[in-house]
């Protein structure tokens, strides 16, 4: 991923694409998708097509720490194998991993979106409250002109 959010032009860093915007776009969805197969066979220590509990609580704690999050509750990760485990062989198979994955990023791209619109919504309030101030003002400027110049 060599053109992130780390590469720079014109001495300017370039803005990470949102992630709502990455998932609404098929051939961004791929690549998410195979980065997930790649990180998956990573943490497959016994190559054996499937991630056991030692095996994704790893994966997991590598992922908190890439994001700057503080390290996940081994009971958490858990609950989160048993509830993404269709088969409940105790393991989560390839699919089941990226399903997991997948529901977990659209749940951010959801927030992030969220956000952006209460973010955007609050600048259109500000503007519209700003512009409404200063046509007050002008206006109030307008009279006090025309009051000086009528005497």
């Known amino acids: ?10 001495d300017k860093p370039v803005e990470k694409e949102k992630l709502y915007v990455r998932l609404s776009k098929p051939a961004e969805v791929e690549k998410i998708k ?11 220590k016994n190559n054996n097509g499937s991630l056991n509990f030692e095996e994704l609580y ?6 908190h720490e890439q ?11 858990r609950a989160t194998l048993y509830a993404n485990d269709k088969d409940k062989d105790k393991s989560l198979k390839l699919d089941e991993y990226t399903e997991m994955v ?3 990023l659209h749940h951010v791209a959801d927030l992030e ?7 955007a ?18 206006k109030a400027d307008d009279e006090a002109h025309k009051k000086k110049h009528d005497h």
């Open 1 to 10: 991923m060599g053109n992130d959010c780390c590469a720079a032009r014109n």
């Open 102 to 104: 997948m529901k977990h």
């Open 67 to 77: 994001a700057g999050l503080e390290q996940p509750k081994k009971e958490a990760v």
């Open 34 to 44: 195979a980065h997930i197969a790649k990180e998956f066979k990573a943490a497959d």
């Open 121 to 138: 919504a609050k600048k259109a309030d500000e503007d519209k409250k700003k512009k409404a101030d200063e046509e007050a003002k002008k």
């Open 58 to 63: 790893a994966v997991t704690c590598k992922a």
């Open 113 to 119: 979106k969220k956000a952006d619109e209460e973010a």
